[in-house]
Structure formats: structure tokens, C-alpha cells
T-cell receptor
Framework: RKEVEQDPGPFNVPEGATVAFNCTYS??????FFWYRQDCRKEPKLLMS???SGNEDGRFTAQLNRASQYISLLIRDSKLSDSATYLC?????????FGTGTRLQVFP | GAVVSQHPSRVICKSGTSVKIECRSL??????MFWYRQFPKQSLMLMAT?????????EQGVEKDKFLINHASLTLSTLTVTSAHPEDSSFYIC??????????????FGPGTRLTVL
């Protein structure tokens, strides 16, 4: 079983749509959680940290459920520029464990 | 701020040769640097963690004699793939953190090095 599991997608959505990604992690000792964005053949870039209380950054909302070991990312009002692969990440000690990513394609 | 560079960005080499990849933190001191590998359509896999001035800590399954890591200064870490083979072809990405010891510390990623071994 992978340590961080995500639906690989792709999710094909029209501009303006709301899309949600889910992720589960297996290590209950995980301490920190993040969503990263990775464009094709580029390095990952931090999108946002994820907290138990839930947090929002503009059109992006992240939620963490420690009991279920579940993380989510909601993107509202999708833009063409949101097309990318979204990586769910769980951290413990000083390590980051990456999921394989969920591919999002936003079309006009 | 917090810029990490990698060199080279792309390398093609013959089987059996060694390849060195440099990772530099340009505007901050990186106490800890991480090396990842990403195969097509797969996740980033942590290969090793290195702290300045000490030996790298390798993840299970990563051969330390094949992937030599040196973190000689607070701004430079190098990864040498020795006797590279086609199965070593991958996207190698480094990251750097200002502090050590916690995954809460943000990691700043380099742009990656695409290695192709013929």
C-alpha cells in the first residue's frame, strides 16, 4: 500500500467549475500536510499547507481529517492556469512523502 | 528569496559513466538538503537527506555507493550517479530547508535535472 494515495485522474473540467481532490495517508504519525502543484516536467511548488481546522487561500480550500487520515483540496472557479498535477504530501520527522498526484485539465 | 538552482538541467550520458548534479541555495543557507527522484507518472521519491558537514541518510533501497551525496557547505550539495545505467534515467530534484529536523520546515525545490542514460 502506498503511503500517500491519490486518484490519478485526469479530472477534465470547464472553466469556472469547482473541483475536489482527495487523498489518504497511511502513516498515523504524519505531522504535517501540504498540497503541491507540479507542472509538466517542472519541480513541485508549494500550494498550501493543510491544517485540521481547514484553511483557505483565495479559490483554494484544504481540509484535514486526522481520524480518517484524509486530506482534501477544493478549487473553486477553475482557471485554465490551474491545469497541472496536484500532489498530496504528508510529512513526518523531516521527510515529505509525496502522492503520485492528481492531474487536472481545465478547458475553455 | 529562497531560490534553489540545479545544474545541469539536462544530461545525456553513456552507460557506465558517472554524472554529477549540483544543487545550490542561492540566497539562503540550507542546513538540510534533500534529493528526490521521479520516474514518469510516478511520485517524487525521497532518496536521501543530507545535513551540512555530515554523512547523508539514505532511504531504504537506495544504494549509497551508487548515489554519492556530498553536502560540503551550507549552500551546495552534490549528487553523483556512479556507473549510470539506463534504469537510472529519471528526473532528479533537490530541495533545501533552512532548518533541520521537522517536516514543518518549508522545503524549497530546485528546477530538477533530467538524466538520460543511453
Amino acid at each position: 500500500r502506498k503511503e500517500v494515495e491519490q486518484d490519478p485522474g485526469p479530472f477534465n473540467v470547464p472553466e469556472g467549475a469547482t473541483v475536489a481532490f482527495n487523498c489518504t495517508y497511511s502513516n498515523s504519525a504524519s505531522q504535517s500536510f501540504f498540497w503541491y502543484r507540479q507542472d509538466c516536467r517542472k519541480e513541485p511548488k508549494l500550494l498550501m499547507s493543510v491544517y485540521s481546522s481547514g484553511n483557505e487561500d483565495g479559490r483554494f480550500t484544504a481540509q484535514l481529517n486526522r481520524a480518517s487520515q484524509y486530506i482534501s483540496l477544493l478549487i473553486r472557479d477553475s482557471k485554465l492556469s490551474d491545469s497541472a498535477t496536484y500532489l498530496c504530501v504528508a510529512g513526518w520527522t523531516d521527510k515529505l512523502i509525496f502522492g503520485t498526484g492528481t492531474r487536472l485539465q481545465v478547458f475553455p | 528569496g529562497a531560490v534553489v538552482s540545479q545544474h545541469p538541467s539536462r544530461v545525456i550520458c553513456k552507460s557506465g559513466t558517472s554524472v554529477k548534479i549540483e544543487c545550490r541555495s542561492l540566497d539562503f543557507q540550507a542546513t538540510t538538503m534533500f534529493w528526490y527522484r521521479q520516474f514518469p507518472k510516478q511520485s517524487l521519491m525521497l532518496m536521501a537527506t543530507s545535513n551540512e558537514g555530515s554523512k547523508a541518510t539514505y532511504e531504504q533501497g537506495v544504494e549509497k555507493d551508487k548515489f554519492l551525496i556530498n553536502h560540503a557547505s551550507l549552500t551546495l550539495s552534490t549528487l553523483t550517479v556512479t556507473s549510470a545505467h539506463p534504469e537510472d534515467s529519471s528526473f532528479y530534484i533537490c530541495s533545501a530547508s533552512r532548518e533541520e529536523g521537522s517536516s514543518y520546515n518549508e522545503q524549497f525545490f530546485g528546477p530538477g535535472t533530467r538524466l538520460t542514460v543511453l
